[in-house]
Each structure stands twice: as C-alpha cells, then as structure tokens.
C-alpha cells in the first residue's frame, strides 16, 4: 500500500503566505490614506493662509488699502486748501495753533493725516484689528517712503483699542468721531470702499456713548462727522456751530457746553 506522509509544513507556509498578504494588503491601504490625509492638509493650510491674508483687505473683491503716499490722501494733501478745508475749521486749526487731536474712531486714517499735515499732533485710536492691521502697515510704508509724507506720520500715534475706555486716561484737548453714518436709502450711491469699511466694522452701536464720553472728557471741543443732511444724533445737547460740506457735516461742540437742549 503506497501511503504519503503527512507534511506539517505545508499548511503553515500556505497559512503564512497568506498573512504576509493580508498584511501587505493593509499596510498599502495605510500609506495611502496617511498621503490622502497629508495632501488635504496641505490644501487647508493654503486655504487658510489665503483667506488669513485676504480677509484684511479683500472685502466686496476689491482690495482695501491705507495708503498715505499716493491716491486720494496724496491728492488732498497737496491740493485740499491747507486749513481753509471744512474739518481743519471744525478742529479749530489757526496759524500758530497746533493742538492735540485724537481721532476716536480712525478708520483708514485719512482725516488723522490731514490735521496733522496741518501742524496738529494726532493720536489715532482704531478698535477693529482688520483696520488697525491696515493702518499700521500704511504709516509703516509711509514711514520708508521718507521725505515730507514721513514726517506727517511722525505726528501720528497708533493706538488699539475701543475709545470708550481709553479716552478718560488721554486727557484730549479735541476729539474727532466719525462714527459709522446711518445707511443711505439709495445704498447703489454708497462707495465700495465704504461697504467694505462697513463690513468689516459693523454698525456702530454705541456711538451715541462715545459722544458722551468725548464731550466729558476733551477739555476745548469735540467734532462729530456727520452726512450734511442727516438728523443730529440723537441724546446729544444741540452743538455750538456747524461746518456744512457738500456731503459732509461737522457738528461743533465747544466746551464747556451750555446747557441747551
């Protein structure tokens, strides 16, 4: 009787093989899926840098800039009318006088950069870090550009913030608020660079409270801009006088107030 002898072997090759197999198997579907999970992180740090990079200054997409070397403020700053032009009259610029004004709500700067164009030390108090961010860069490139631009922004001074809670410790002779003006009713007449402003500040809602906290605190006057045919804000005493632009109101208040409704 031809008989074979059972071989032990055998099936712990065919059983090891096939182990080695299934393991290879899931060591591949490992790899690829770690590379999977890289690549998808490398496309969310690139989104996100660009939208960390955008979201300063592309609002409505078109770029905002604070720019004090060229473009409007350039413009205004050689051919506005020096301290004829409506808010150095509302500051109370004269030959000779160069007070310290603190822009409380400073926005891209530009009214900041006037007055002290026009001699004024002016403190610039913005409480949005989108827009302090881009001011900060537009007086720093300022700053490189040198000659006679450089020197406005030396009277200049930064400071982040809300102006509610810092104007009591500054000790202002004049204050500047410019808060965000109502919306227009035809809201297609509104710049874009307004709308992105807008968007990225929000509705000023205590603005009726920063006015109070000017009035108590600047000792000469505080200046309200306000839209020229827009309603006096409201809560407010009645200003001394007004500087009445073709779109631009500035409400005077000389201090100390009388007492009027």
């Known amino acids: 009787m031809n008989t074979r002898e059972f071989d ?12 080695l197999k299934v393991l290879w198997f899931w060591i591949i579907v490992y790899v690829r899926f770690i590379k999977s999970q890289i690549v998808f992180l490398k496309v969310a740090i690139t989104m996100y840098d660009k939208l960390s990079n955008n979201k300063k200054s592309d609002i409505c997409g078109k770029s905002l800039v604070c720019d004090f070397v060229g473009g409007a ?5 050689r051919f ?21 004004i603190i822009d409380a709500t400073a926005g891209l700067g530009r009214d900041a950069f006037l007055l002290a164009s026009l001699g004024a030390k002016v403190t610039l108090i913005e409480r949005s870090p989108i827009m302090y961010d881009l001011l900060q860069d537009g007086m720093e490139r300022a700053r490189v ?32 608020v410019d808060p965000m003006h109502p919306a ?17 500040v929000g509705v000023d809602e205590d603005q009726c409270d920063l006015m109070k906290v000017a009035l108590a605190t600047a000792s000469k006057r505080v200046v309200l801009k306000w839209p020229a ?12 006088h007004q500087v009445i632009g073709k779109s631009t109101r500035y409400d005077v208040f000389m201090l100390p107030l009388k007492m009027t409704p």
């Open 229 to 240: 045919k827009a309603a006096p804000m409201a809560g407010l005493l009645t200003c001394s």
């Open 80 to 100: 506005g009318g020096g301290r004829g032009q409506d808010l150095a009259r509302a500051a109370g610029l004269k030959p000779g006088v160069n007070p310290h």
């Open 145 to 176: 550009a040198g000659g006679i631009t450089a020197g406005v922004i030396a009277r200049m001074t930064l400071i982040k913030g809300d102006s509610i809670s810092l104007l009591p410790g500054l000790a202002p002779e004049i204050v500047l």
């Open 184 to 200: 227009r009713q035809k809201s297609a007449l509104v710049k874009v660079e307004m709308r992105q402003i807008r968007e990225i």
């Open 73 to 77: 403020v350039n413009h205004r700053f």
């Open 8 to 19: 032990p072997t055998i099936p712990s090759e065919t059983l090891l093989s096939a182990a």
